[in-house]
T-cell receptor, first 114, second 111 residues
């Protein structure tokens, strides 16, 4: 399977804990995106990397959120001190090598905060 | 699997009929548009895209129409099949690479 891979698929944690999600993009894609989706809504943009550079961050991405793409390949999204409102599906997408090309999504990580 | 959208606009069609899903976008500066299909428990799946210098694009069983005058996008699915049942999102891209998604429409196909 050469699609976008996300791990884990589900994460259940207690409020206040830290969580980290991983995304492996399609290998030839240099652009990687994180989105968040809640029930009944479309995905909302969180942040975007071109190679290892983080080029844009949404205002949705509070100080508790951090994303990295250290070698321009896989990416991690960490949420510190999780809150109830962080419960959502976290989606990763990749595209490239040029702009205005389709973004291809993984199947997401479902985060549930107890 | 978990439902993607519980209270979305719903389009119900009979198997074999054509489906038309509509979307209004917000920003006249948007220059790239994508339709996605999302099934329960899965991520959005790319269906078809169109750039703002076009008004129509066809794929396999799908056609996207773009009307920039009224900022309207539609997705036509020919000979709708049960496997087409899902939530459909339009998304627009404005200068930067981030996608802005619409609300979504649930398509239900009945025999």
């Amino acid at each position: 399977d050469t699609g976008v891979s996300q791990d884990p698929r589900h994460k259940i944690t207690k409020r206040g804990q830290n969580v980290t999600f991983r995304c492996d993009p399609i290998s030839e894609h240099n652009r990687l995106y994180w989105y968040r989706q809640t029930l009944g809504q479309g995905p909302e943009f969180l942040t975007y990397f071109q190679n290892e550079a983080q080029l844009e961050k949404s205002r949705l991405l509070s100080d508790r959120f951090s994303a990295e793409r250290p070698k321009g390949s896989f990416s991690t999204l960490e949420i510190q001190r999780t809150e109830q409102g962080d419960s959502a599906m976290y989606l990763c997408a990749s595209s490239g090598p040029h702009s205005n090309q389709p973004q291809h999504f993984g199947d997401g990580t479902r985060l549930s905060i107890l | 699997g978990e439902s993607v959208g519980l209270h979305l606009p719903t389009l119900s069609v009979q198997e074999g009929d054509n489906s038309i899903i509509n979307c209004a976008y917000s920003n006249s500066a948007s220059d790239y548009f994508i339709w996605y299909k999302q099934e329960s428990g899965k991520g959005p799946q790319f269906i078809i895209d169109i750039r703002s210098n076009m008004d129509k694009r066809q794929g396999q069983r799908v056609t996207v129409l773009l009307n920039k005058t009224v900022k309207h996008l539609s997705l036509q699915i020919a000979a709708t099949q049960p496997g087409d049942s899902a939530v459909y999102f339009c998304a627009e891209m404005r200068r930067t690479d981030k996608l802005i998604f619409g609300t979504g429409t649930r398509l239900q196909v009945f025999p």
